[in-house]
Nanobody, 124 residues
Framework: QVQLVESGGGLVQAGGSLRLSCAAS????????MGWFRQAPGKEREFVAT????????YYTDSVKGRFTISRDKARNTVDLQMNSLKPEDTAVYYCAHYYRPATLTSTRGVGSWGQGTQVTVSS
């Protein structure tokens, strides 16, 4: 089992920046990928960005390309999400996700562990 602890959410004005961090502990030796999903009120959880652990290949949903950057630190078992040029539609609870075996890194289906979630609110 892998435990995930997120930090870095908050309230920011449109156009501002936030950085989310997620630290993994436990059975991290079997990490295939990590990343971020988000869920707005009344909506389903959706893919935001993920990163493949072996080579650092990153995946982004179209709406955040050019604004968000995901990165990983293999030694510390952490994944960060730098969010720039934030928009009100980015408002959601952001969840860290851990994949422990090969899977489609843009889908929730392969996620083995979830973080508790951190709120991101972007005001207009």
């Amino acid at each position: 089992q892998v435990q995930l602890v997120e930090s870095g959410g908050g309230l920011v004005q449109a156009g501002g920046s936030l950085r989310l961090s997620c630290a993994a502990s436990g059975r991290t030796f079997s990490t295939y990928g990590m990343g971020w999903f988000r869920q707005a009120p009344g909506k389903e959880r959706e893919f935001v960005a993920t990163i493949r652990w072996s080579d650092g290949r990153a995946y982004y949903t179209d709406s955040v390309k050019g604004r968000f950057t995901i990165s990983r630190d293999k030694a510390r078992n952490t994944v960060d999400l730098q969010m720039n040029s934030l928009k009100p539609e980015d408002t959601a609870v952001y969840y860290c996700a851990h994949y422990y075996r090969p899977a489609t890194l843009t889908s929730t289906r392969g996620v083995g562990s979830w973080g508790q979630g951190t709120q991101v609110t972007v005001s207009s």
